[in-house]
Structure formats: structure tokens, C-alpha cells
RNA sequence: GGUGGCGUAGUUCAGUUGGUUAGAAUAUCGGCCUGUCACGCCGAGGGUCGCGAGUUCGAGUCUCGUCGUCACCGCCA
């Protein structure tokens, strides 16, 4: 037997037990006539000691162990001379009897640690050291514990888990698919899953009813902190419903989320439509753990002879409070923050509503302080605050402001990763016009249905057709999204052709979902939560890396096994493909 | 595809205007040490300054390129 128990369970209750414990070696404190030895496993840390008593062989053998050493010990349970409070063993120790070293260990490059040490670079080529570390260990259990409460919330509702195919066919629309040549079909291609879509559907139409799945898509695009090419959706679909069951539903796995995990009571999931989240908040993923709502200005700030709001279609600011006594160069700061690239805008308006009543901006000289305290008040401002304004086309504007607010909320430390502010996003655009192609994209996917009254806008004005789609959206992380479906063979054939599709083409994509229409199909709607996404957001975290045990670097390579990599010529024959070398 | 940050000892970082032998902490190794828990004390080893070019009498430092990495923009129905 490797243990008797674990290094984390031993209290001072089991004082006097002989115990074996095996785990790693953390430290080893050597103080000439007696050793300490931190032994580490997941459960926790166990404090080992050797002293004049410890038999010469446990002691030549404990001369010759390291850091991050497997070590079998046995020993008795005894209370500690002079305890550690920060640590829940810190009461006893084990006096060694027995040392068997049972895996030796090479110098790691990094220490193992809570405190990062070793940058993410070392980190990710060496993840499974990196993965000793508790915090990291911390955020993968956080992870499993929140799945198994996906799983059995759902199961409680009547929703039956069922696994789709991973090799399915490639699709035109949406993200760009991983693509898995076939060698029994040569010239033919799979394609990795970018959701279950389709597959979710049909187990409506087959009467499943209620079907969840937690499961891994793919998408092949560029990475971000919040985006790896191989991500995990809770995936959900169900019959029978509209929209307010699925939000029903779904805030209720968010709320019994928030309450099993992090024992916090959430209650408010209010709505807006996406038009009044650009208006308001700049963005259609607002975060709403703080107000500085966006106010424009269009109206009451042209004609005063200043070129730039004079030929700007959109003016607009926000109101960041308290902050009037910014220096310029602070000031300067932040219209540098909006003018880099990233941002795009071209400058900052400030209007400093001095504690005096008076205000100092840095278009006095087109505005009076009559002016300026109409602008004010269109921000409800007080003395003391200091507007941002901005101006351009509007849909840029409002998107650098949304950017400006959530830096300024950051700044004033309004973004507190202990609260939790949910909303649903709904009434989203069911299109959106694509300059690139010179088409409609469904801006959910295809088979999103569109809100009936708005139907006969589809052939006049399509791109103010709403959808019935709906993102759940928590601290400004868009962690969910969902629509209500199609469920007319009519209708969808309908969308195919708004989104360009020839009848042909869309009869070889989707020929299958339109046919199994015809046998009578449920009103149907669905929803798929980023699961990553709500791990890192309930561990506190801006980058879901850490609640992934082996992610992908920026450039979607593994470091640690080198992936993606060459297939040997042979490979390549077997599936009739050659390489070409892209010319510079 | 683009913008920006970072790259110096195993690790974290300092390194002045371009100037002698590139430092500190920590880790490692050796010695001493009976109550440590970030043990302590003494000593030692450890460097392709990411790589390559250029400017210069002289480059860790300046310029260009390149590689790696991170963040962001585009992209992500």
C-alpha cells in the first residue's frame, strides 16, 4: 500500500496512528541534527521530520533526495512543538521511520510554487509542472466541480445528455472549419464541429425534447485571451418552447451555478435590446457592474462652428465621476489610449465640471459655459466630474466610448471581479451586411428565426429584421448565446436565400435539415453557454488558459508537444495531399 | 494580415549618455547548524545579454531585420 492517507488530511485528532504517506517533495528544511520535509500532494502539505531517533539508513537516504522527489514515508502522527496556524496539518508532523524514494526527480525549470515562477512560456512547454501548482490545480477542480453541477441541474430538468459526431461536413457559413482529410474517400474532407448545430436540432425533430450535451467545438480563427481553436460549449436545446423558456431555464442553471459554486444569491438577469446596448453601453456585451452610460450629443453640440462635431454624424460621451481635477497629462493619456490603432478614434473632448459650478473644457472656444452646462446636464453630471466626448460615424464612436467606459470604469476600479452583474442581450439583428462578400450574414447562424412581426421587412429592409436571439452576457463577458429556431421548411429555405444561397447550394448543405423538416418538426430553441468562459469568470480570471489543463499558445500551438507539426511523406500519399510552399 | 509590450544567470529582475572583468535576489552545489515552516550563517559554481546584420575605436545599451511570447485590432454565424 503506497498511503494510508493523504497529505491533507492528518489533524491532531490522529496523534499517536502510524501512517504511510507518499507524495512529492516540496522543501526540506536541514538543520544539521534535525530535517524537515514538506511532502506535497494534491490534498495538501504534511510536514515530515527526521531527528537523532531517525535510523542511519532513513537518514542516508533522505541525504540524497530533492525537490519535487516521489518519496514514500512512514512514520507515527505526532503533535508539533511549535505549530503552523496557516496551514490546516500545520498541528502535527510525521516522524520518520520508513523512507522509500520511489521516483527521483530532475531539477524542474521552474519552482514549483503558488506565487508564479517561470513566465507562461516555461509555464505552457512544461504544464504538467505547471499543473502541480495548487492554484492552477484549483482553477481544473473549480472547472470539474462546476460540469458535474451542469450535469446534474440539467439532468434534474428532464434533459437527456446524447453525443454528436466530431467529423462532420464543412459549412460556408460562420467561423473557418478545421478540416480532417478522408483516406477512404479520397479528395473528401470532414470538418471538425463548430457547434452541434445542426445534430440538436434533428434530436428535436426525432422528440428528445431536451437535449444538453457538454461538448468541444472547434473553430479555426486567430486566439485570443478568452478564445482557444478548440473550446467547450454546454450545448442545450429544447421543444415546445419560445423565447422566455429558454432564458427561464437558463437563468435558472446560472442562478443554482452561482449558488451550489460560489454560494452568492444572483436574482436580477434583466434584458435589453442590442439597439439600446450600443446606445448605452457602446457594445453589445455590456458590463454592468457600473453606470457611466453613454450620452449623445448630436443635437445639442453641432452648429457652434467647430468643424469636427459640425461634420461628425454622431457625437457622444460619457461621464466619469469624480475625476475633474485630471491633469493634462493624464488628460493627454487617455486621447492617446483612444487615437492607437486598436481604438481608431481621432481625438478626446474633455469638459472638466469644476467643484466651483464653472467648466473648463477644451473646446471653449467654440462653447459658452451656458453650452457646456447643457451638456452636462444631458449626463445628469455634477460638479466635480469630468465629461469624454467623442464624435465620427456613429457605430465606430459608440464602439471607441464603449472601449473608453470599460477603461475608465477599470481605472476608477468600478470592475470588481467579486460581483456579478448578468443580463440578457435579446432583440438582435437577425442580418448584418457584409462588405467584404457583398451579402447578408445571419449575424446568430442560419437557421436563427426571425421575430414574426418583423418577416415582411425581410424582402424591404432586411437588415432591420430582428431576431429571436438572446446572449447571456455576465460582467461584460458574453457567455452565451442562443436563438429560437426555424422550424419551417418554407421559411429557412427562405434565409438561405437572403444569405445568398442558390437553391442548389443550400440543397447540398442543408438538404438534410430541410428534408427532415417535412416530417414534422417541433417549435424549437436553443442556447450554448462558453464554458471556459464561465470557469474563468466564477475563478476570477481574464484568460480561460488557466482553466484549460493543456491550452494552445497565441498561435494555436501546444509548446509542450510541439503541436501542430509535419506528417511524413507517406501520410500525405495515403491521402492523395502534397504540400505547396506558400510564396512570400 | 496589422499595432503594441516583453526577451540579460535555472528563475525573477537591475544594468546610468554607448566605455574596464555584466550585477542583485532566489534557486542549485559544498560546509556548519536540534524546532524549522520564505529556516539561518559561510563559501562556490552558474551568462551565445533571443538570433542575425548594421552604425561606432567600442553595442546588453542605438538602427534594421528576424524568431519566440503576451495583449489587442481585423477575424471569431
Known amino acids: 500500500m503506497y498511503r494510508t492517507h493523504t497529505c491533507g488530511e492528518l489533524r491532531i485528532e490522529d496523534v499517536g496512528q502510524e501512517v504511510t504517506l507518499s507524495g512529492w517533495v516540496q522543501r526540506i528544511r536541514d538543520l544539521g541534527g534535525m530535517s524537515f520535509i514538506d511532502l506535497r500532494d494534491r490534498y495538501g502539505i504534511t510536514q515530515i521530520v527526521a531527528n537523532e531517533g531517525t535510523s542511519e539508513k532513513v537518514v542516508t537516504t533522505l541525504s540524497k533526495i530533492g525537490r519535487e522527489f516521489v518519496i514514500q514515508v512512514n512514520g507515527v502522527v505526532k503533535e508539533r512543538s511549535s505549530k503552523n496556524k496557516n496551514i490546516p496539518t500545520g498541528e502535527i508532523e510525521i516522524e520518520i521511520k520508513g523512507l522509500t524514494i520511489l521516483s527521483k526527480a530532475s531539477l524542474p525549470p521552474f519552482t514549483i510554487k503558488d506565487d508564479t515562477d517561470g513566465g507562461d512560456e516555461l509555464r505552457m512547454k512544461y504544464r504538467y509542472l505547471d499543473l502541480r501548482r495548487k492554484v492552477v490545480q484549483e482553477n481544473l477542480i473549480l472547472r470539474a466541480k462546476m460540469a458535474h453541477t451542469t450535469r446534474s441541474y440539467l439532468n434534474s430538468q428532464e434533459f437527456i445528455e446524447t453525443e454528436t459526431p466530431v467529423l462532420i461536413n464543412s459549412t460556408p457559413e460562420g467561423a473557418r472549419d478545421f478540416i480532417v482529410p478522408s483516406r477512404i474517400n479520397p479528395g473528401k474532407f470532414y470538418a471538425l464541429p463548430q457547434s452541434p448545430q445542426v445534430f440538436k436540432q434533428l434530436l428535436m425533430i426525432a422528440g428528445f425534447d431536451r437535449y444538453y450535451q457538454i461538448v468541444k467545438c472547434f473553430r479555426d480563427e486567430d486566439l485570443r485571451a478568452d478564445r482557444q481553436p478548440e473550446f467547450t460549449q454546454i450545448d442545450c436545446e429544447m421543444s415546445f418552447v419560445e423565447q422566455e423558456d429558454i432564458l427561464d431555464t437558463f437563468e435558472g442553471l446560472t ?167 448578468p443580463l440578457w442581450v435579446i432583440d438582435f439583428p437577425l442580418l448584418e451586411w457584409d462588405k467584404e462578400s457583398g451579402r447578408y450574414h445571419a449575424m446568430h447562424h442560419p437557421f436563427t428565426s426571425p421575430k414574426p412581426e418583423d418577416i415582411p421587412l425581410l424582402d424591404s429592409a432586411p437588415e432591420k429584421v430582428r431576431a429571436n436571439a438572446y446572449d447571456l452576457v455576465i460582467n461584460g463577458v458574453e457567455i452565451g448565446g442562443g436563438s429560437v429556431r426555424i422550424f419551417d421548411s418554407a421559411l429557412q429555405a427562405k434565409m438561405f436565400g437572403k444569405l445568398g444561397f442558390t437553391t442548389e447550394q443550400a440543397q447540398a448543405q442543408f438538404g438534410f435539415l430541410m428534408n427532415a423538416f417535412k416530417y414534422g418538426a417541433p417549435p424549437h430553441a436553443g442556447i450554448a453557454f462558453g464554458f471556459d468562459r464561465l470557469v474563468s469568470l466564477f475563478a476570477g480570471l481574464d484568460s480561460i488558459r488557466d482553466v484549460i489543463a493543456f491550452p494552445k499558445n497565441n498561435a494555436g500551438r501546444d509548446v509542450m508537444i510541439d503541436s501542430p507539426s509535419e506528417v511524413t511523406k507517406e501520410q500525405l500519399d495515403e491521402l492523395g495531399l502534397r504540400i505547396i510552399q506558400k510564396e512570400d
Open 255 to 421: 442562478k443554482h451555478l452561482f449558488k451550489e459554486i460560489k454560494g452568492i444569491e444572483v436574482t436580477e438577469f434583466p434584458r435589453i435590446p442590442y439597439s439600446e446596448a450600443i446606445e448605452k453601453y457602446g457594445s453589445d456585451k455590456p458590463d454592468t457592474r457600473f453606470d457611466m452610460l453613454i450620452h449623445e450629443l448630436t443635437g445639442i453640440a453641432k452648429g457652434n462652428g467647430f468643424v469636427v462635431f459640425d461634420s461628425a454624424d454622431y457625437i457622444g460621451g460619457i461621464c466619469a465621476q469624480g475625476c475633474a481635477g485630471y491633469s493634462r497629462k493624464q488628460l493627454d493619456q487617455l486621447a492617446n489610449w483612444v487615437k492607437r490603432p486598436q481604438i481608431g478614434a481621432k481625438g478626446l473632448i474633455y469638459v472638466k465640471y469644476n467643484t466651483d459650478g464653472s467648466f473648463k473644457s477644451s473646446v471653449d472656444k467654440f462653447y459658452s459655459q451656458d453650452d457646456l452646462k447643457k451638456w452636462a446636464e444631458k449626463f445628469n453630471a455634477r460638479p466635480g466630474d469630468l465629461l469624454l466626448v467623442m464624435s465620427g460615424n456613429d457605430s465606430h464612436t459608440l464602439k471607441a466610448l464603449g472601449e473608453l467606459r470599460l477603461k475608465m470604469g477599470g481605472q476608477l476600479n468600478l470592475r470588481n471581479n467579486n460581483e456579478f452583474k
